[in-house]
């Protein structure tokens, strides 16, 4: 057909097996209607957009799970304590919460683009830096120090990265193109463990942890290849930028050309004693205490060592187990991204967060009754559960709840809310275990689960296919979190 693209023939393809799936008729009409509904251009942008959010969500799961395959190997290596193990896996984590709690200000003054590209280039400085500095001066402080860089531009990406897609990507895709972030996170996750699974023997700690320096270099690259985000360009009073890059976005027709924020930007006092605006920052913060107090960065981190106390033998068995975990989590979040915008963000976390709980359940009757292939199980099940649920969910929420003049403050709020809770949580896993057994350890996720389902029936609004606009028009006027997008 002359005059299309690739990319509108991929967009075609997709059209033709969705129809086919759905096993309706297809007409001609349908294929005339599926060129666009964007233009080439457009497409290549939304592609380009779900590439940023892959590659970020990439590196963030490599960043966070890569240590868990090598991290008896430093432990030993340098001598370390229970606590001095714990602290060493936490400095990552430090990074990321004040690269959250910066990431508002830095956002909102340079705008989206450039701090994703500040981000990439810190985390890729950091990973350099593993093997240059056990090279230049071997020591866990040249390592800690790395894992802190890295923890910045992980911290950064995590809060503007989201945000940016929301803002750029239109309402009836949102969904799928930010829960991507999630999934990326799950195939970051699966690498970190893979590498020190196939590479055992063969490489040592720090080559295995200095691969993330590829990973942040093609982060760089992605964002030198997309617009600034037309809403903060309006935000800024620039419109005539503002308007051509909601043109090459596809978003001409969602974003009122000729008005900027409901209020001055960064007005953060202001906003937030308007309407429901409070009560979103809250909803948005305990979603990310429950997502990181549900057990996911205890398993998370110290995989192999939970697998070994329910009985696989340690080395190669702990980390195939571990391994196959990750796979499971990968596939569950595809899951999730084809279920966001078909089924809703509110039923998901509902039946996500009691699936969770049952789940737990599970693992600590098998643990009690060293039935470790049963507990096997029962971790792959809370694993499908919370990739359906408060693996992505919150991720999304808060990129659509929050009104434009204060999302940079307030996605940086709830992301810092998530990396401090994901720090006690890394800072006192191994010491919890040791005090109280792993089987009291994951009887506390599984009251932290159960929270969830309550929280999420009382309070959780359902966003699907809702306009950022109208999500914000009734957040300021004060409409109860249960009806906001209603």
């Known amino acids: 057909m002359p005059g299309l693209s690739p990319l509108d023939f991929l967009y075609l393809c997709s059209t033709v097996g969705r129809a086919y799936k759905s096993r309706r008729p297809l007409h001609l009409a349908h294929v005339i209607g ?84 500040l981000a990439a280039t810190l985390a890729f400085a950091g990973y350099a830096l593993v093997p240059l500095g056990q090279a230049m001066s071997p020591g866990v402080g040249m390592l800690v120090a790395a894992r802190i860089l890295i923890g910045l531009g992980v911290g950064l990406s995590s809060m503007v990265v989201p945000m940016y897609a929301a803002e750029v990507t239109p309402a009836r895709h949102r969904g799928a193109v930010v829960s991507l972030f999630q999934l990326a996170v799950t195939i970051g996750i699966l690498l970190g463990y893979a590498v020190p699974l196939a590479l055992t023997g063969r490489a040592s700690w720090d080559q295995m942890l200095g691969g993330g320096v590829l990973i942040a270099a093609a982060c760089a690259g992605a964002v030198l290849l997309l617009p600034e985000s037309p809403r903060w360009l309006l935000s800024r009073g620039r419109m005539a930028e503002g308007e051509a890059a909601a043109r090459r976005l596809g978003l001409a027709g969602e974003i009122s050309m000729g008005e900027g924020d409901s209020a001055p930007a960064g007005n953060w006092r202001a906003v937030l004693g308007r309407g429901s605006t409070k009560a979103v920052l809250i909803l948005c913060s305990v979603l990310f205490v429950l997502q990181n107090f549900s057990g996911i960065d205890g398993i998370l981190y110290y995989a192999p060592h939970i697998f070994t106390e329910l009985g696989f033998p340690a080395g190669v068995a702990a980390l195939a187990a571990t391994f196959g975990l990750g796979l499971v989590n990968v596939l569950a979040t595809m899951a999730a991204m084809m279920l966001v915008d078909r089924l809703g963000r509110r039923p998901l976390l509902i039946a996500g967060s009691a699936a969770m709980a049952v789940s737990l359940a599970v693992v600590i009757g098998a643990a009690l009754a060293d039935w470790p292939y049963v507990a096997l199980a029962g971790l792959c099940a809370y694993i499908v559960a919370f ?48 005090g109280i057994g792993l089987a009291a350890t994951i009887g506390i ?36 979190l249960r009806r906001l997008g209603a």
């Open 34 to 117: 599926a060129l666009p509904p964007y233009p080439s251009d457009r497409m290549a942008t939304l592609f380009l957009t779900a590439g940023l959010v892959l590659l970020n969500g990439m590196l963030f799961g490599f960043s966070t799970a890569s240590i868990a395959g090598v991290v008896g190997t430093i432990s030993e290596a340098f001598a370390l304590s229970t606590r001095a193990t714990e602290m060493m896996v936490t400095s990552l984590l430090a990074g990321c919460f004040v690269g959250a709690v910066l990431a508002a200000p830095i956002s909102q003054r340079i705008g989206r683009r450039p701090s994703c590209l």
């Open 387 to 434: 990739a359906l649920s408060l693996g992505p969910l919150p991720y999304v929420l808060m990129s659509e709840l929050f009104p434009s003049a204060i999302r940079e403050r307030g996605i940086a709020a709830a992301s810092a809310t998530s990396w401090l809770f994901n720090a006690i949580v890394a800072a006192s896993f191994l010491s919890v275990v040791e």
């Open 445 to 480: 996720f599984l009251v932290v689960c159960v929270a969830s389902l309550f929280i999420s029936l009382a309070y959780v609004p359902e966003t699907r296919q809702k306009e950022l606009e109208d999500i914000e028009a009734d957040v300021l006027a004060g409409k109860a």
